[in-house]
């Protein structure tokens, strides 16, 4: 178990492309997604962070991770504005003897517990590596991604729906990408039609 890393699972998004339905609250072998990533992230470290949005969505979504009570949970009063409002309510409360943040989106369930450890393994300050982030085998980056403690005041301070791409951007010199199985670091789940084919393709029937 790793002591110097936090585990950020960005789940405050309004789930809007389901028409009707919340994409967290699919399951994966028998659990809300939300709840299969929250298990994986604490296999890696005890520092796991859940943003959450206002309203009725929140509630479903704390019931969903209530027997993990370690993990720290964090209301997102503007999570309209983007991925971004999660960064900036989540990361203040990260402190202590964390020197790295591994952000993984709670709508991958393909990413393993082994492919966040390998992501957060590459982080290496004294090689300059300062930024690893999970990539395809033929080299499509994806998440999740780590970050060095020298990046959490540019993440404090995002804005907009764009998660951490500017900091990517800016940072490609310290950013190392980590090739993960298949499409692991691509396979997000935004649709009823996505987690149709994803369970199609895998036997995963929805229970």
Same mark, same amino acid.
């Given at each position: 178990?790793?002591?110097?890393?936090?585990?950020? @699972?960005?789940?405050?998004?309004?789930?809007? &492309?389901?028409?009707?339905?919340? *994409?967290?609250?699919?399951?994966?072998?028998?659990?809300?997604?939300?709840?299969?990533?929250?298990?994986?992230?604490?296999?890696?470290?005890?520092?796991?962070?859940?943003?959450?949005?206002? =309203?009725?969505?929140?509630?479903? &979504? &704390?019931?969903?991770?209530?027997?993990?009570?370690? $993990?720290?949970?964090?209301?997102?009063?503007?999570?309209?504005?983007?991925?971004?409002?999660?960064? &900036?309510?989540?990361?203040?409360?990260?402190?202590?003897? $964390?020197?790295?943040?591994?952000?993984?989106?709670?709508?991958?369930?393909?990413? /393993?517990?082994?492919?966040?450890?390998?992501?957060?393994?590459?982080?290496?300050?004294?090689?300059? *590596? /300062? @930024?690893?982030?999970?990539? /395809?085998?033929?080299?499509?980056?994806?998440?999740?991604?780590?970050?060095?403690?020298?990046?959490?005041?540019?993440?404090?301070?995002?804005? =907009?729906?764009?998660?951490?791409?500017?900091?990517?951007?800016?940072?490609?010199?310290?950013?190392?990408?980590?090739?993960?199985?298949?499409?692991?670091?691509?396979?997000?789940?935004?649709?009823?039609?996505?987690?149709?084919?994803?369970?199609?393709?895998?036997?995963?029937?929805?229970?």
């Amino acid at each position: 178990m790793q002591t110097d890393l936090a585990v950020l @699972i960005p789940a405050a998004g309004a789930s809007t &492309r389901m028409r009707g339905r919340d *994409k967290l609250m699919e399951t994966v072998g028998g659990l809300p997604v939300l709840a299969a990533v929250v298990r994986r992230a604490l296999g890696l470290t005890a520092d796991v962070t859940v943003t959450l949005p206002p =309203g009725p969505l929140a509630e479903a &979504r &704390r019931g969903a991770i209530a027997a993990y009570d370690k $993990v720290r949970l964090v209301d997102v009063a503007d999570a309209q504005t983007g991925m971004s409002a999660s960064f &900036r309510a989540a990361l203040p409360l990260i402190a202590g003897p $964390v020197q790295r943040v591994l952000v993984v989106p709670a709508d991958m369930p393909d990413i /393993t517990l082994e492919d966040m450890r390998r992501v957060s393994a590459a982080v290496d300050r004294n090689k300059g *590596k /300062t @930024i690893s982030r999970g990539a /395809t085998e033929d080299g499509r980056p994806g998440h999740p991604v780590c970050f060095d403690r020298t990046h959490f005041p540019k993440l404090a301070v995002l804005i =907009g729906d764009q998660g951490a791409r500017d900091v990517l951007l800016a940072q490609q010199a310290a950013l190392v990408h980590v090739p993960l199985p298949g499409n692991h670091a691509v396979t997000d789940l935004d649709t009823p039609e996505d987690w149709s084919l994803w369970r199609a393709a895998r036997g995963d029937p929805a229970l």
